[in-house]
């Protein structure tokens, strides 16, 4: 029965889109009247209402939808949604600025000679408006009012204007900032804790350890990764729209002519270029460069892109003297807060230290000037045709729609589950042969069609957290969160053109003229559509595209992950690999150098330390090649353990379904407790089918390939040997890098105790003729002083044994006068050995060994990557790595 009410919801849906109910009340209408019927229902046939859900009941289920939103969305540290009106806002006032319009008169005249320079302009102008206005409707709307007639009076086909006009249009789907991209990281980011948990799980059945290792965990995503991850696949999506036109109109050359606009190629006609396309060029370096460069979130990007695109439609809307003052304004103000704070440390909180007062000033007047500027041209497009009402209202609206949607679609969600909606769709997508690429490719198959039908948000926010974990934790593919969201949104941007739905096509279909045919309309998507599918397979065989881009900004960040990271491992270690052995003999000389050094100047618990520290360095190169020939044995076991694992990977899927389905019937059995004929019939068939299940599921079992037991067991214990040696080569190397490390800076930090010498020099007297008190205090602040020095643990523990000898327990002048000798004679003896090694050949030898095995045998202890490692563990990352064989 449950199956029933999951069929009944699912037509429902369907049902109401389908007649015109407004998605917002589609979605959790049929979610409420299924559950209404399966509540009814159970209460009349079997009197219970629970009696037709997998488990709970009728208000928890529907209760669960809206409590699920309120606790995703209500979270302080949830804010990727709020970029939602900040963009919607940006691009609603950029198209009543009428950018569309002054784009598409200059990039015509700018490449009209070309063949198909018309169609080539509509591409470029599309990518540019879905760089910064990303509204579908209002592109398509504009480039069918201005672009079309043009392209018609000079003889282009009608399939191929039409055609362009509509590909490119719907641009700002995949280009970011895209409020489609937005959605996918918010739902996908749920996704990943459930595939996380799926893994896991899947992790613990596998290998029988409690848990899984960090390295094998799934990547999670973010709006600005998935803004980062579509830039590269949007611009390849132009080059192939550019390039079908270009060749198109080399064939055909009368179904699109190059145009000559007849204008003089002068100083003034680039002046005009200049004038209308570097205001928006400017604000997209602006939101994509700021989230880019890891200087602002998505939401503070979302917030810039308001902000620009007000500035920019003061100075379009407006028109008389001071047209341009506002936006001079903004941008000298914006580029004197960049200059003020590399100058200056800005940070308010720390004015008390940095005693910055007249940089924090210049930024004072700056900001109010910035404010001013925003003000201003807010106040013009408040006044020229009421035009920030309109925006605000039109942004209002928009925005609700899409946080109504996302509350309906929690709701239809919740009621599919209760139904086992879920459950089924894992155990069939699972169950299919061929693992993840067909479960994928499937995936992909319908979230293609349902664009026919539905539009691009219901597709994110109804299938995405469906079909989406169980994508996301297969071990074998271990693709990124990012570039399945990438896949899903180029998927979901054919939705605006297929027909008999798609949006864009309405949209033309409106402006354009009545000589315009439709069914030309939709002979010309079909190319673009092809190019878009072509799209989709270059980044699905091609995950770098995707991968890349997030993956070095985020490893050139400030914020940048340490090499120690679990998910950078196994690149470091192959990058380690490498770079070590080729290293090995200049490193083994740096080493000699020390060694040879005269070490007898250093404290003896110090020189011991650095002997063992060249010692573990001496063993280290072969832990290494230890370690990397264990690897190499794992490669060479793959090949024939790999298919062997993937058949026992399957039959264990098999019988984990066949469990899925004894549970389910297990828990119908419920509703038959009776003793009428009917439920004695039912129970005896359910009975039933449970026995058959069971029998089929220890037939799964006993299907185990013969072996099995003994290649695991040996496969596993490669995989332990891997271990021990990667922990041999860690243990060894990065204790010896940090022992190096310290003892350099220690003995490069001389001078701070040089300089402090005359006031330690002075303690015997000065406690022996000061209050213990006052003493006490003089000599904590000596503490505080010596903190700074590198290797004070017992410059500091002496100064503190002073102290207590004064105020502590036990305290006492004798005590005070011997505590104090003793403190000189420390900073005495740590100023010896210091200075002895800076004026000798010991701190050199130290300081060339540290630098040589900072980025080799110590690279896991440093706070990030070089540069060059960092590009290089970019690649790396970028690709999909199997992991499979250690479930």
């Known amino acids: 029965m449950e199956l029933l009410f999951l069929v009944i919801l699912v037509g429902l849906m369907m049902l109401s889109l389908g007649l015109g109910f407004p998605v917002a009340f589609a979605l959790p209408g049929s979610a409420v009247v299924a559950i209404g019927l399966a509540a009814g229902t159970g209460w009349l046939f079997s009197g219970d209402s629970t009696a037709y859900f997998m488990s709970g009941s009728a208000i928890e289920w529907l209760s669960a939808g809206v409590t699920n939103f309120r606790g995703i969305y209500w979270e302080a540290d949830r804010d990727t949604l709020i970029a939602i009106p900040l963009f919607v806002f940006m691009g609603i006032m950029l198209q009543r600025s009428r950018i569309a319009e002054e784009l598409l008169v200059t990039m015509a005249r700018l490449f009209g000679a070309l063949p198909g320079g018309l169609g080539i302009s509509v591409i470029v102008v599309g990518a540019l408006l879905a760089a910064t206005t990303g509204v579908v409707g209002a592109t398509v709307v504009a480039m069918g009012l201005i672009s079309l007639p043009a392209m018609m009076r000079n003889n282009y086909s009608q399939p191929l204007a039409t055609g362009t006009i509509l590909a490119s249009g719907t641009l700002g789907q995949i280009i970011p900032p895209s409020i489609v991209l937005i959605i996918l990281a918010d739902q996908l980011s749920s996704a990943v804790d459930q595939a996380g948990q799926m893994r896991t799980q899947l992790f613990r059945e596998s290998t029988g350890a409690f848990s899984m290792p960090s390295e094998l965990g799934v990547s999670s995503t973010s709006a600005g990764d998935m803004f980062m991850g579509a830039l590269l696949p949007g611009l390849i999506l132009v080059a192939l729209y550019i390039t079908f036109v270009l060749v198109y109109a080399l064939i055909r050359p009368q179904n699109a002519p190059s145009v000559s606009t007849g204008q003089t190629i002068d100083a003034t006609f680039w002046r005009e270029v200049a004038v209308a396309t570097l205001p928006p060029l400017i604000l997209i370096l602006l939101v994509l460069g700021s989230i880019i460069a890891g200087v602002a979130t998505v939401t503070q990007a979302g917030a810039v892109g308001a902000a620009g695109a007000t500035v920019m439609a003061g100075y379009k809307l407006h028109e008389g003297p001071g047209r341009f003052l506002p936006t001079i304004l903004a941008l000298g103000s914006v580029l004197a807060l960049g200059i003020l704070g590399n100058v200056y440390n800005l940070n308010v909180r720390q004015l008390d230290s940095s005693g910055e007062y007249f940089g924090v000033m210049l930024a004072a007047i700056a900001t109010t000037t910035l404010v001013y500027a925003l003000g201003w041209s807010a106040w013009r497009t408040f006044k020229v045709d009421d035009t920030l009402r309109g925006v605000m209202i039109e942004t209002a609206k928009t925005s609700s729609l899409v946080f109504i949607i996302l509350l309906g679609a929690a709701m239809l969600i919740s009621a599919f589950r209760a139904f086992g909606g879920e459950m089924l769709v894992k155990e069939f997508l699972t169950g299919l042969p061929g693992g993840f690429w067909v479960q994928f490719l499937l995936v992909m198959l319908v979230v293609f069609l349902l664009g026919f039908f539905l539009d691009f948000i219901e597709i994110a926010i109804v299938v995405v957290p469906i079909v989406a974990p169980i994508l996301l934790m297969n071990p074998e593919a271990n693709v990124t969160a990012v570039w399945l969201g990438v896949m899903i949104g180029l998927n979901i941007q054919t939705s605006f053109l297929t027909p008999p739905f798609g949006f864009a096509l309405f949209y033309l279909r409106g402006v354009a003229a009545a000589s315009v045919k439709t069914i030309n309309m939709y002979k010309g998507v079909i190319p673009f559509i ?65 060694a040879e050094a005269n070490l007898n100047i250093l404290p003896d618990q110090r020189r011991q330390a650095l002997e063992t520290a060249l010692s573990d360095m001496d063993e280290s190169f072969g832990l290494l090649a230890e370690f990397d020939d264990t690897v190499a044995q794992i490669e060479a076991a793959t090949p024939d353990y790999r298919p062997l694992h993937r058949q026992v990977a399957q039959i264990n899927t098999d019988i984990a379904r066949f469990e899925s389905r004894i549970d389910r019937l297990q828990s119908r059995l419920r509703n038959y407790r009776g003793d009428d004929p009917d439920d004695v019939a039912m129970r005896s068939r359910i009975e039933g089918d449970i026995a058959e299940l069971r029998a089929q599921q220890e037939a799964a079992r006993d299907s185990m390939p013969p ?44 001078e701070p105790i040089e300089a402090m010498m005359a006031e330690i020099a002075g303690l015997p007297l000065m406690v022996a003729t000061t209050e213990p008190e006052e003493a006490a205090e003089q000599v904590q602040d000596l503490e505080r002083e010596v903190i700074a020095i590198a290797g004070h643990a017992d410059l500091a523990g002496a100064l503190s044994a002073l102290r207590r000898s004064l105020t502590g327990r036990g305290a006492s002048p004798e005590a005070a006068r011997e505590a104090a000798e003793e403190t000189v004679d420390v900073f005495t003896a740590e100023l010896g050995w210091r200075q002895a090694a800076a004026d000798g050949d010991l701190l050199p030898a130290l300081v060339a060994l540290e630098a040589e095995t900072r980025h080799t045998l110590g690279l896991r202890e440093q706070d990030r990557l070089s540069r060059a490692q960092a590009l290089e563990v970019a690649r790396c990352v970028a690709t999909h790595r199997d992991v499979s064989l250690r479930f």
């Open 530 to 594: 092809l190019l878009q599918l072509g799209a989709l397979g270059i980044v699905g065989f091609n995950p770098q595209l995707v991968n890349w881009l997030p993956a070095r900004v985020s490893l050139l960040s400030e914020n940048a992950p340490p090499p120690r990271n679990p998910r950078l491992q196994a690149c470091v270690e192959e990058m380690m690999s490498r770079q070590v052995p080729e290293r090995e003999d200049t490193i083994r000389a740096r080493m000699a150098a020390v």
């Open 707 to 750: 072996g099995w037991e003994e290649a695991q067991a040996d496969f596993q214990a490669l995989v332990q040997q891997e271990q021990t040696a990667r922990l041999a080569f860690r243990r060894a190397a990065e204790p010896a890098y940090a022992t190096v490390r310290d003892l350099a800076q220690e003995a490069g930090d001389a």
